[in-house]
């Protein structure tokens, strides 16, 4: 009877196991292939690029990147370059600026908004955003200057050329060229440049979507800076990928304060102001924030490019209702792949004292935390305050905003199509996925004018490149450069197709 019993055990044991790895495989070698879907569009016209435009391409970036408009802070911006720049664009693009079909008003002084006046009024207009200012710069510690657009090996260097005078260069020279052939859109767009967007963009984008707004502006889909296409950034991932941002991170700053009473160093208190924000901040790095993996957009992401990961890996995205767990595990082990499964903490301020014989009365840190698509800043405060459970520590929310809402991203979704079957054209069948945005744009103050923001930089990066944005030695090939104006170029006239056309065949859905 036992010997029957553990028989059968092992048998349906043995079933069961059959079972699953069938389902992996079966999960695995039929993934719908998402990128390669046959769309009736038009081809854009003119998308070679002659010599002389190659070369007025390039010198516009290098002029754009020589003008030092860094934001040092909110209330420290360099006016004077802001200023320069907006004379710079009027000089370099003269078609834009004096076209019949463009209007161009100020915002804050510096921003600039474009209205581009397309021949069919029934289409919804959609939105281009780019920013014209910068993050400072060491020149120190730079190959080459950092604001004097050098050439070096096919590579423009400079403050700017990944983030984000490259999509604002290529943005109107796109336009520049398109009005010099004689286009005119159908589709009304409009081109918003911030000046702001390093310093939380509250005098530049805000104002402008704001009067948008109050000018009952809706828009059909808005196009941002945000996430570029990778290669070789995701281990096992064996071709580039291009994510489009459907989605934000939240953010939370928090300043932490202790207040304790002043003494001589030669009898201190038991415990010190300094002693008590120490623990309590190092408490917060050492509890990080829930892994939540599978609760938001970052799981689309891996299923959409599953069959793209090499062997066994592509078994294991194909199939996360089984692996979701251990591919958690996994992505929690780097800084870059652990930003998109939790809220991070981030310990970036910490003061106190003055003199090496004054015990101080005061410590105080600022922590900065980016919130997970499935979590909300309240949610995020209650865990801070169960975290650090000590009531001398007095908490207050310096800033704070929750994720923002998911972007459409389906088959109907007209802008999410148009933007994916540009970069599937553009850079040579690369497929696209749906991704959270860990860093935060200015297009969040548009939310209010559409449901459809998407946040993507037409270039391609590898690892090494991305600590260039806002670090050391930023660059860009001008291959690249090229390639993105060719992005914009057919983006805006692929926008002006009136609806998503039907597949030729029909692919099914997950
Ligand atoms: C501000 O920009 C101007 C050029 O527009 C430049 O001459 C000046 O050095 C810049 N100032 C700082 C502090 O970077
Ligand atoms: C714009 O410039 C004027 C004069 O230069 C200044 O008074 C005003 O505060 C500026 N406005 C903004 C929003 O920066
Ligand atoms: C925009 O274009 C339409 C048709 O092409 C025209 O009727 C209208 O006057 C234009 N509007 C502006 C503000 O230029
Ligand atoms: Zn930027």
Request: glycine share 6%.
């Amino acid at each position: 009877m036992a010997a029957l019993c553990g028989r059968a055990v092992v048998c349906s044991l043995a079933g069961l196991l059959v079972l699953f790895v069938s389902v992996l495989l079966i999960r695995t070698y039929t993934w719908p292939e998402r990128a390669v879907r046959q769309w009736h569009w038009k081809e854009p016209s003119g998308m070679e690029l002659m010599e002389e435009e190659k070369e007025q391409l390039i010198e516009a970036l290098k002029g754009a990147i020589r003008i030092p408009t860094v934001s040092f802070s909110e209330d420290k911006q360099n006016t004077t370059a802001l200023a320069e720049f907006g004379k710079y664009i009027e000089k370099v693009f003269p078609n834009v600026f004096s076209s019949k079909l463009i209007t161009h008003e100020v915002f804050g002084n510096y921003s600039h908004l474009f209205k581009v006046n397309g021949s069919d009024h029934t289409l919804q207009p959609y939105m281009l955003l780019a920013h014209l200012d910068v993050v400072p710069a060491t020149p120190e510690s730079w190959e080459v200057s950092p604001f004097s657009g050098v050439e070096q090996d096919g590579y423009i260097y400079g403050r700017g050329t990944l983030d984000d005078k490259s999509s604002l260069i290529g943005i109107l020279q796109a336009l520049e060229f398109l009005l010099k052939k004689g286009y005119k859109p159908c589709r009304s767009f409009y081109i918003g440049l911030g000046h702001d967007e390093e310093v939380f963009g509250h005098r530049g984008a805000k104002i402008m979507a704001e009067e948008l707004k109050n000018r009952k502006v809706k828009l059909a889909f808005l196009v941002d800076e945000g996430l570029p296409v990778i290669d070789g950034i995701i281990p096992g991932l064996n071709c580039p990928v291009a994510l489009i941002g459907i989605t934000e991170k939240g953010s939370l700053t928090l300043k932490l304060t202790v207040n304790g009473s002043p003494g001589h160093s030669s009898f201190p208190p038991l415990e010190s102001s300094i002693g008590i924000l120490s623990a309590a901040v190092s408490r917060l790095e050492q509890n990080p924030m829930p892994n939540k993996f599978g609760e938001g957009p970052e799981r689309a992401m891996f299923e959409h490019v599953a069959s793209k990961f090499v062997f066994p890996l592509n078994i294991v995205m194909a199939n996360l209702w089984a692996f979701s767990l251990v591919v958690s595990r996994f992505l929690a082990q780097s800084s870059s792949t652990n930003a998109m499964i939790r809220t991070t903490t981030a310990l970036t301020i910490f003061q106190s004292g003055i003199k090496s014989n004054v015990v101080p009365p005061t410590a105080t840190a600022t922590v900065n935390f980016r919130i997970h698509p499935a979590q909300t800043v309240k949610e995020v405060l209650d865990i801070v305050r169960k975290t650090i459970q000590d009531e001398r520590v007095e908490l207050s929310v310096m800033n704070s905003f929750d994720p923002l809402p998911v972007s459409s991203h389906d088959v109907e979704s007209v802008g999410y199509q148009i933007l994916q079957h540009t970069i599937h054209s553009v850079f040579s069948g690369a497929p696209s996925a749906p991704a959270v945005c860990i860093g935060n744009t200015d297009s969040r103050y548009f939310v209010p004018l559409t449901n459809n923001i998407y946040r993507f930089n037409p270039v391609i990066l590898k690892k090494e490149d991305l600590n260039r944005i806002h670090g050391l030695n930023e660059r860009i090939s001008k291959e690249a450069l090229e390639r993105l104006v060719q992005f914009y170029f057919q983006l805006i006239q692929n926008a002006d197709i009136d609806k998503i056309p039907i597949p030729h065949r029909a692919t099914h859905e997950l």
